[in-house]
């Protein structure tokens, strides 16, 4: 199993990143899938989620800025992140869980916002 995470870097405060995470090994379309991000003192934290149902939960701080969605075919889940702040910067991590095959981390990817 492995949750591949890509499209991590560095932006200016305001600007727009997308996220991706590929799946491989595991049935992606019972998973529901999220991502989380690590900030240094902090502990890692929901950022945005979406069901294999496609309902979806974002975190109060990314609401209205962040927008996650799969792609059953591509086994792929996206996280477009807009109108990012120097408080996104960290490290995100793609999840994905179900009942019937237990929860998986993928590797993280580094997003930094500067001011």
């Known amino acids: 199993v492995q949750l591949q995470a890509s499209g991590g870097g560095l932006v200016q405060a305001g600007g727009s990143l997308r996220l991706f995470c590929v799946s491989s090994?595991?049935?992606?379309?019972?998973?529901?899938m999220g991502w989380y991000r690590e900030t240094p003192g902090k502990e890692r934290e929901l950022v945005a989620a979406?069901?294999?149902?496609?309902?979806?939960n974002y975190a109060d701080s990314t609401k209205g800025r962040f927008t996650i969605s799969r792609d059953n075919a591509k086994e792929t889940v996206y996280l477009q992140m807009n109108s990012l702040k120097p408080e996104d910067t960290g490290v995100y991590y793609c999840?994905?869980?179900?009942?019937?095959?237990?929860?998986?981390w993928g590797k993280g990817t580094l997003v930094t916002v500067s001011s």
């Open positions: 999840n994905g869980r179900s009942p019937l095959v237990g929860e998986y």
């Open positions: 090994g595991i049935i992606f379309s019972i998973m529901s």
């Open positions: 979406i069901s294999s149902g496609t309902r979806v």
